[in-house]
């Protein structure tokens, strides 16, 4: 079955402008998650939905960084004004429901690259 | 605070014999733990995960885990590496207060052939 997918897989942005990263969880995931990845890092927490519902934003590094989930199901992460510390993977990850016990399937990131 | 440590940066391994990725926990509570692999670039991909039950758990492409509640520890394992296991290895453990995983800083596998 489809899995996670996530659009553009890469996107090169100069210094202030603003993009826009897409991402399509797996079908009737109730939960999706945005991480931040560093070169030679691990994943890093942004913030999470149950459904259409922004339950945690506490990893956003700045209001600089928005995302949404309007319809609980596809998710745009925003950022603002880019900047150079900006440059990441970003990965989305959708698991079934909310448990704990939950997997979550990730999708294969977008790598951001600011000039 | 949880969170997961793995002590190697990177572990080098011939085709063939048995492979130890380590991964070693701190939380409060019980934990759920997690292994993914990561292959350049490629998402994560799930291998394994622990939950509750036998401390040994078996997971995909021959991989497995062993839950070790005295050394708070969940060491990935493999009896016999191949080359096409080379890749990045990530442990997470799930917060308790919420749904989020936090992952350790990954290690390196490198089998030779």
């Known amino acids: 079955g489809a899995g996670v997918s996530q659009s553009p897989r890469y996107k090169v942005a100069k210094r202030g402008q603003d993009v826009a990263l897409r991402c399509d969880p797996i079908?009737?995931?109730?939960?999706l998650f945005w991480y931040q990845q560093a070169l030679g890092q691990g994943p890093e927490f942004l913030t999470y939905?149950?459904?259409?519902?922004?339950?945690?934003k506490s990893g956003l590094p700045s209001d600089r960084f928005f995302a949404e989930r309007p319809e609980g199901s596809v998710s745009t992460l925003k950022i603002q004004r880019t900047q150079q510390e900006d440059s990441a993977v970003y990965l989305c990850?959708?698991?079934?429901?909310?448990?704990?016990?939950?997997?979550?399937?990730f999708g294969p990131g977008t790598r951001l690259l600011v000039l | 605070a949880q969170s997961v440590a793995q002590p190697e940066d990177q572990v080098n391994v011939a085709e063939g014999n048995p492979l130890t990725v380590k991964c070693t926990y701190s939380?409060?509570?019980?934990?759920?733990l997690f292994w993914y692999v990561q292959y350049p670039n490629r998402g994560l991909q799930f291998l394994l995960k622990?939950?509750?039950?036998?401390?040994l758990v078996k997971g995909s492409y021959g991989f497995e885990a062993e839950f070790n509640k005295s050394q708070t520890s969940f060491h990935l394992k493999k009896p016999s590496a191949l080359v096409s296991d080379s890749a990045l290895y990530f442990c997470?453990?799930?917060?308790?207060?919420?749904?989020?995983?936090?992952f350790g800083t990954g290690t390196r596998l490198q089998v030779f052939p």
């Open positions: 079908s009737g995931h109730v939960s």
């Open positions: 997470a453990v799930r917060d308790i207060n919420t749904d989020k995983l936090i």
């Open positions: 990850a959708s698991s079934r429901r909310t448990s704990g016990t939950e997997t979550q399937y």
């Open positions: 939380v409060s509570g019980n934990p759920y």
């Open positions: 939905f149950q459904n259409e519902a922004q339950l945690d």
């Open positions: 622990y939950i509750t039950g036998d401390n």
